[in-house]
């Protein structure tokens, strides 16, 4: 049995900025609020081992699992959501560039889920190993649902061995997702003029009367199949194949202007930031996809000047596509969903460990990816071109609970494409980047076990 808790929060703080509504009295820093979310996490398990006249026991797992989800809204300085005598005269209310959190907004909301699961593996033969598992678990915010895993694994020879599995899975909306309402503000690099876009809860009366409906849970289905190898003078490796098909997966429904008087509902129930809103969306169940890709890990190992030597090289290859739903409909977004992230990434990995130092070496690789941005003309988009970066490390262990890491990565300090025409956004390189872009970094991490 097991209880674990867990907690992540994140204050909100903006500089040099005004609320125009309050006019001269208006502070220029703000403390906008808090979200904080919180999980409470009860475990059961067991394990039973059954002899059924096979080549070996039958293992049977099964638990349950009681899980509390709770996503929270402090509120922000009064002056960070005020609206101010001057919003009369059409100056923008709340703190310019991010609206402080109200009083009104503020809350808690808590998600619950309950589950069971049992999982049977079984050696029918020496070479041959089969399992399966079933999960129920049950939510309060939208009800239950049921998924399963078949594997099994065929061992050719003591060195080479074939497997493969189906299963189904879900993922479920967040007390977030569900509940939370954001602002936003940044500059139209069509119109170049200022926007403020509103993320309204999908049960947000107003969000309902436009189409919003209730969240459901995202659902899968995957497929694998692969190869394991082995060799006598210390090479290995696993090769595997697969397919993911989610559907019913979350994203933000298109934006879409409001009316005065919605406006002025959306105000009364406490946003006034609301009064200036260009546009708002809502998290929705919005488009399936369908990923297929291998991925390739050879390892090699052996003992080297009295200490051992391993070195890894990995491989992904992987193509997402968007096979149903709204964002077919819109061109930009499909390519950059499609093509947003390097359908190719390598590392290869050098390690020597020797009494209480290990040395590591690891290069890097990214392949090539687009982004989009737009400005007067319509939507750009830019092909950035592969990337590698090399990391090195030295880990001393000072004793059996203190150990000293000091790690330089990126140590050529490489830098990928500028991005072109986001220099209205105050950005040199792409945001979207599924990499650093600030360049070599060096640090010294100590780490304790008490």
């Given at each position: 049995?097991?209880?674990?808790?867990?907690?992540?929060?994140?204050?909100?703080?903006?500089?040099?900025?005004?609320?125009?509504?309050?006019?001269?009295?208006?502070?220029?820093?703000?403390?906008?609020?808090?979200?904080?979310?919180?999980?409470?996490?009860?475990?059961?398990?067991?394990?039973?081992?059954?002899?059924?006249?096979?080549?070996?026991?039958?293992?049977?797992?099964?638990?349950?699992e009681r899980r509390e989800e709770t996503y929270s809204?402090?509120?922000?300085?009064?002056?960070?959501?005020?609206?101010?005598?001057?919003?009369?005269d059409g100056l923008a209310v709340a703190s310019n560039?991010?609206?402080?959190?109200?009083?009104?907004?503020?809350?808690?909301?808590?998600?619950?889920?309950?589950?069971?699961?049992?999982?049977?593996?079984?050696?029918?033969?020496?070479?041959?190993?089969?399992?399966?598992?079933?999960?129920?678990?049950?939510?309060?915010?939208?009800?239950?649902?049921?998924?399963?895993?078949?594997?099994?694994?065929?061992?050719?020879?003591?060195?080479?061995?074939?497997?493969?599995?189906?299963?189904?899975?879900?993922?479920?909306?967040?007390?977030?997702?569900?509940?939370?309402?954001?602002?936003?503000?940044?500059?139209?690099?069509?119109?170049?003029?200022?926007?403020?876009?509103?993320?309204?809860?999908?049960?947000?009366?107003?969000?309902?009367?436009?189409?919003?409906?209730?969240?459901?849970?995202?659902?899968?289905?995957?497929?694998?199949?692969?190869?394991?190898?082995?060799?006598?003078?210390?090479?290995?490796?696993?090769?595997?194949?697969?397919?993911?098909?989610?559907?019913?997966?979350?994203?933000?429904?298109?934006?879409?202007?409001?009316?005065?008087?919605?406006?002025?509902?959306?105000?009364?129930?406490?946003?006034?930031?609301?009064?200036?809103?260009?546009?708002?969306?809502?998290?929705?169940?919005?488009?399936?996809?369908?990923?297929?890709?291998?991925?390739?890990?050879?390892?090699?190992?052996?003992?080297?000047?009295?200490?051992?030597?391993?070195?890894?090289?990995?491989?992904?290859?992987?193509?997402?596509?968007?096979?149903?739903?709204?964002?077919?409909?819109?061109?930009?977004?499909?390519?950059?969903?499609?093509?947003?992230?390097?359908?190719?990434?390598?590392?290869?990995?050098?390690?020597?460990?020797k009494g209480a130092f290990e040395y590591q070496v690891?290069?890097?690789?990214?392949?090539?990816?687009?982004?989009?941005?737009?400005?007067?003309?319509?939507?750009?988009?830019?092909?950035?071109?592969?990337?590698?970066?090399?990391?090195?490390?030295?880990?001393?262990?000072?004793?059996?609970?203190?150990?000293?890491?000091?790690?330089?990565?990126?140590?050529?300090?490489?830098?990928?494409?500028?991005?072109?025409?986001?220099?209205?956004?105050?950005?040199?390189?792409?945001?979207?980047?599924?990499?650093?872009?600030?360049?070599?970094?060096?640090?010294?991490?100590?780490?304790?076990?008490?």
């Amino acid at each position: 049995m097991s209880a674990s808790v867990g907690e992540n929060k994140t204050e909100f703080y903006l500089y040099n900025t005004i609320n125009a509504s309050l006019g001269p009295s208006s502070p220029f820093d703000f403390f906008l609020g808090t979200q904080t979310q919180t999980e409470v996490t009860l475990n059961a398990d067991g394990v039973y081992r059954a002899n059924w006249g096979l080549s070996e026991p039958v293992n049977i797992a099964f638990g349950a699992e009681r899980r509390e989800e709770t996503y929270s809204v402090g509120a922000g300085d009064a002056a960070s959501y005020a609206v101010g005598p001057g919003a009369k005269d059409g100056l923008a209310v709340a703190s310019n560039g991010f609206p402080g959190f109200s009083d009104l907004q503020a809350g808690e909301w808590s998600q619950v889920s309950s589950a069971a699961y049992v999982d049977v593996e079984a050696r029918l033969i020496p070479a041959w190993t089969v399992g399966a598992a079933v999960r129920y678990e049950d939510y309060d915010s939208f009800g239950g649902t049921t998924n399963g895993k078949l594997a099994t694994r065929y061992e050719f020879t003591q060195n080479v061995a074939a497997r493969a599995s189906v299963s189904t899975g879900f993922r479920a909306p967040t007390p977030g997702q569900m509940n939370s309402l954001s602002v936003s503000q940044g500059l139209d690099t069509v119109t170049l003029q200022v926007f403020t876009n509103g993320r309204l809860s999908p049960l947000n009366p107003i969000a309902v009367s436009k189409g919003a409906r209730p969240l459901e849970p995202e659902t899968s289905s995957n497929t694998s199949a692969g190869l394991v190898w082995r060799t006598d003078i210390g090479l290995s490796g696993t090769v595997d194949v697969y397919q993911i098909d989610v559907e019913n997966r979350l994203g933000q429904s298109a934006s879409i202007s409001l009316t005065k008087a919605e406006k002025d509902a959306l105000v009364a129930q406490g946003y006034p930031a609301a009064a200036s809103f260009t546009s708002v969306n809502w998290y929705t169940n919005d488009y399936d996809t369908r990923t297929k890709g291998v991925d390739i890990v050879t390892t090699y190992t052996r003992p080297v000047w009295n200490g051992r030597l391993s070195l890894t090289l990995a491989y992904n290859h992987n193509e997402t596509e968007i096979t149903g739903g709204t964002l077919n409909a819109n061109p930009t977004t499909k390519r950059i969903f499609e093509e947003g992230l390097p359908q190719d990434n390598a590392a290869f990995t050098g390690t020597f460990r020797k009494g209480a130092f290990e040395y590591q070496v690891r290069t890097r690789y990214y392949g090539a990816w687009t982004d989009s941005t737009g400005n007067t003309t319509g939507d750009i988009f830019q092909r950035f071109g592969a990337m590698s970066f090399v990391d090195a490390s030295v880990l001393w262990d000072i004793d059996s609970r203190l150990s000293l890491k000091v790690s330089a990565e990126n140590i050529f300090n490489q830098y990928p494409e500028k991005a072109i025409f986001q220099a209205s956004r105050g950005i040199e390189y792409s945001r979207n980047a599924p990499y650093d872009t600030y360049g070599g970094q060096v640090y010294v991490r100590l780490n304790a076990k008490f």
